[in-house]
């Protein structure tokens, strides 16, 4: 498997924007998918975005459809999460994940066995 590490978090006005990126280190990164969750205080890990080991397929909670875009960049072993018309109802902290098995996909966290430690990202209104 392998390890993850985020960055990009931070305190932003609502409407703007903020890029998460997550580095991860270990062997097969372009073989799994990879997904973004957040985590609101006193609220339950939701699915925010996902993208196929290739890259070629993206999902979105409905959530943020139109607002977040997810991209890899499988040579840089770094799968991004671009954040737009951010919202206070976004604050929370976000984890990359990689999904347990190679070449599958998935939103539910159980499909996920590595985890970041997470960063946190907090609009303001």
């Known amino acids: 498997q392998v390890q993850l590490v985020e960055s990009g978090g931070g305190l932003v006005q609502a409407g703007g924007s903020l890029r998460l990126s997550c580095a991860a280190s270990g062997r097969g990164f372009s073989s799994y998918a990879m997904g973004w969750f957040r985590q609101a205080p006193g609220k339950e890990r939701e699915f925010v975005a996902g993208?196929?080991?290739?890259?070629?397929?993206?999902y979105y909670a409905d959530s943020v459809k139109g607002r977040f875009t997810i991209s890899r960049d499988n040579a840089k072993n770094t799968v991004y999460l671009q954040m737009n018309s951010l919202k206070p109802e976004d604050t929370a902290i976000y984890h990359c994940?990689?999904?347990?098995?190679?070449?599958?996909?998935?939103?539910?966290?159980?499909?996920?066995?590595?985890w970041g430690q997470g960063t946190q990202v907090t609009v303001s209104s």
């Open positions: 994940a990689a999904h347990i098995y190679r070449y599958r996909s998935g939103t539910s966290p159980a499909d996920f066995g590595s």
């Open positions: 993208i196929s080991w290739g890259g070629g397929s993206t």
